[in-house]
């Protein structure tokens, strides 16, 4: 008979184990179906959108610039205006501009799409005289058929036009149209790029257009004031931008998509709402290779952007080189992201980042979409005056951010004075950019290399810290930072040794960390459109109990707190150990609040709130063990579990696990509260006469007493069941 009891106990023993197991991986697979639910069903972000459109074969090459003579001329007629504006040049370029007037009033043009029209060969180059032009013609709303034009709308309102609807009616959008037009080059003779503007006066969504134009190539003038972008360069396979300025538009200020053998330089870009420089969906022609590439599909250089949203960034940004430019006083100084469907080449990867100053990216324009300038009409909102309208969510303060990509290099760059971090890295399910093949959904955020970097110091080597060097989700492998990161959260990152692709202490985390997930998620519920900034996210203002992490933290910490209490309370109450730990406990739960309250500033206070609550599992688990066994042991692991997650956030992040162990320490202890409660709610019936009560333990069913639980249990100090004297009940 005992044998056999021996074998019911070890079969149920295994019977329960198996029952934990189902059960652990049934409530893994609801939270993260319960996450994955919330992302779907978070607003879709605004960008660009486009019309199905293809790379380019490749065969093309960047275009060299063309001197000697113009083909055509454009230039205005008011001659004391011309007089007045090339007043101070120089005196070689006041008198060629002088010649080129005579020669553009004899057969010249008045506007820029009529010299454009007139081009009827490969190879032509337009020269634009000095002034202001508007593009007259070109500025009146639509009519007859182009006011009827059948297509899809975006989700900004635009029409998403075809390119032989483009050529129908090339004004619909445009204020200059360069459709087809192949090796063009547009250049202002002026001595900078300010002497030649042109203003769509927020009449137009883009300003200029280069539509299927290979080799098109754009020097030395302005481009305004757009409902979109200024200067639009489109399935292009070869293109340059030489010492351009664009401005003041509700998007972008540069907007390159789906090209290839492209090179920015010696740009400025300011006032966007955006980006004042984007190269989306650049040719992916380093898809499944590793660090080392043949080419880049786009060239950045020499070109500044500043009091944008942010300066660069690039939805499916792949195979782009940057290096030697600077993007200071925006938002943010860069982005890359696979966050946006429609967009070829997702997702992202290959950015290559050296050699750029990346500095007081800290402007925050959230406050004109609070007070409703973002909702005036563009022409009214104050664009000139330093207004910006931010187009998505955007963590201010932040140098580089790269929301889902992969294989991007950022080493050797100046990244100092923000307010908020240096590197920002997240993870981007493939749902949101419309991927549902499942072997994708994790396929973001792998082998990005942060090395070699100038973090909180100017190139004079003045100290200009930044609050935080690093801040990262948690998600990928492969990933890797520089030795001296200072603040960092985590605490503890994988490092990058002297090859790239050596990474110390790699990891291969399926999922972010919790509260960061939950964070990013609060924070995507922003819509400019409707002037709603998300309660809870401090990228928006957020303060102390506002922010979500702070109310996570809080509200976890009271269920905690009530329910070890109660538990210690009626079970554990004379056992001096338990109560010692149960009070190290409710100081690890106040300080996960304080620190969750210095998420903007790591500090050790987090992985000490939970080596204490830890401490607290582990010590109340063990004296359970004479009544409760398993969940006794249950409490054990879970104690374990949070030690283990103290590690991996302070020491080392543990290699070898699809997940953080926050993840596995959160489905537990939702277990846990619901076990205790039930535990320390439960009151065990009185010992009845015959129990043999010297072994001072009690069982779950109630043929015993429990230490300390009811009020009236006769105990030692220790905590210990004394015996009853002969005749007592």
Not at 252 to 261: C, K, N, Q, V, W
Request: hydrophobic residues 35%; charged residues 20%.
């Amino acid at each position: 008979m005992l044998r056999e009891g021996v074998r019911k106990d070890e079969q149920c023993s295994t019977l329960t184990r198996m029952s934990w197991t189902r059960r652990f991986v049934l409530a893994l697979s609801v939270v993260l179906a319960a996450l994955a639910g919330a992302l779907l069903a978070a607003p879709g972000a605004q960008a660009h959108e486009e019309r199905p459109v293809t790379f380019p074969d490749g065969s093309g090459t960047v275009p060299q610039p063309r001197s000697g003579e113009p083909d055509l001329l454009v230039c205005k007629t008011d001659r004391a205006d011309f007089a007045r504006r090339i007043s101070g040049f120089p005196a070689p370029v006041k008198a060629r501009n002088l010649a080129l007037l005579d020669r553009c009033a004899r057969e010249g043009y008045r506007h820029l799409q009529e010299a454009v029209d007139a081009v009827d060969r490969p190879g032509m180059t337009i020269a634009v005289l000095p002034g202001l032009y508007e593009e007259e013609p070109s500025l009146p709303k639509p009519t007859g058929a182009c006011a009827a034009l059948k297509a899809p709308n975006s989700s900004l309102g635009y029409q998403i036009l075809s390119f032989e609807q483009q050529r129908q009616c090339p004004h619909n959008q445009n204020l200059v149209a360069i459709l087809g037009k192949k090796n063009l080059q547009i250049e202002g003779t002026g001595a900078s790029r300010l002497d030649v503007v042109f203003d769509a006066k927020y009449q137009k969504l883009n300003g200029i257009r280069a539509d299927q134009s290979d080799g098109v190539y754009f020097r030395n003038f302005t481009a305004q004031r757009t409902t979109f972008n200024s200067l639009y360069v489109l399935a292009a396979d070869g293109f340059v931008i030489d010492d351009v300025l664009t401005r003041w538009n509700d998007e972008y200020g540069f907007l390159t998509f789906a090209s290839d053998h492209g090179l920015y330089k010696n740009c400025e870009s300011y006032g966007n709402g955006d980006s004042g420089i984007y190269p989306g969906s650049a040719s992916n022609i380093n898809d499944g290779r590793g660090y080392d590439v043949p080419r880049y599909s786009i060239e950045i250089t020499g070109c500044r952007s500043h009091h944008n949203m942010v300066g660069y960034s690039g939805t499916a940004g792949d195979s782009v080189w940057v290096h030697d430019n600077e993007f200071d006083h925006n938002m943010g100084g860069a982005s890359m992201d696979s966050a946006f469907p429609g967009h070829p080449g997702l997702p992202q990867n290959h950015a290559r980042f050296e050699r750029n100053l990346i500095h007081d990216n800290n402007q925050n324009y959230y406050p004109y979409v609070a007070d409703g300038t973002c909702a005036k009409p563009p022409v009214d909102r104050g664009y000139e005056r330093g207004v910006v309208c931010p187009q998505i969510s955007m963590p201010p303060g932040t140098g580089i951010i790269t929301a889902g990509g992969n294989w991007n290099l950022y080493e050797n760059n100046w990244v100092y004075g923000h307010q908020r971090a240096a590197f920002y890295l997240n993870a981007v399910p493939a749902f949101i950019r419309g991927e549902s093949d499942r072997a994708k959904q994790f396929d973001t955020s792998h082998h990005n290399r942060y090395a070699d970097n100038h973090l909180g110091v100017d190139k004079a080597g003045n100290s200009r810290p930044n609050r935080t060097d690093v801040w990262w989700d948690g998600q990928g492998s492969g990933n890797c930072w520089q030795s001296d990161a200072g603040a960092a959260s985590p605490g503890a990152l994988p490092g990058c040794g002297e090859r790239r692709g050596d990474v110390s202490g790699d990891t291969d985390r399926l999922v972010g960390e919790p509260v960061k997930l939950a964070q990013l998620l609060v924070c995507a519920d922003y819509n400019v459109q409707a002037r709603r900034l998300p309660a809870g996210c401090d990228w928006y203002g957020a303060r102390g109990l506002q922010r979500v992490e702070t109310q996570i933290a809080l509200g976890s910490a009271l269920v905690l707190a009530l329910t070890g209490t109660a538990l210690w309370w009626r079970r554990l109450r004379g056992n001096r150990l338990a109560g010692l730990a149960t009070l190290a406990g409710l100081a690890g739960l106040t300080l996960d609040v304080v620190g969750s309250t210095l998420a903007l500033t790591p500090t050790a206070v987090p992985a000490l709130a939970l080596l204490l609550m830890g401490v607290w599992w582990t010590l109340v688990g063990l004296a359970l063990r004479p009544t409760r066994p398993v969940f006794a042991w249950t409490t054990v692991a879970l104690g374990a579990l949070t030690l283990l997650d103290a590690f991996d956030k302070a020491v080392l992040m543990v290699p070898g696990i699809p997940l953080s162990p926050a993840w596995f320490r959160l489905l537990l202890g939702v277990v846990w509260v619901l076990w205790a409660v039930i535990a320390a709610g439960t009151r065990t019936p009185p010992t009845t006469p015959g129990t043999d009560s010297d072994s001072g333990t009690g069982t779950d069913s109630g043929t015993g007493t429990e230490p300390g639980a009811d009020s009236d249990s006769d105990l030692t100090p220790a905590g210990e069941a004394r015996p009853r004297e002969e005749g007592t009940a």
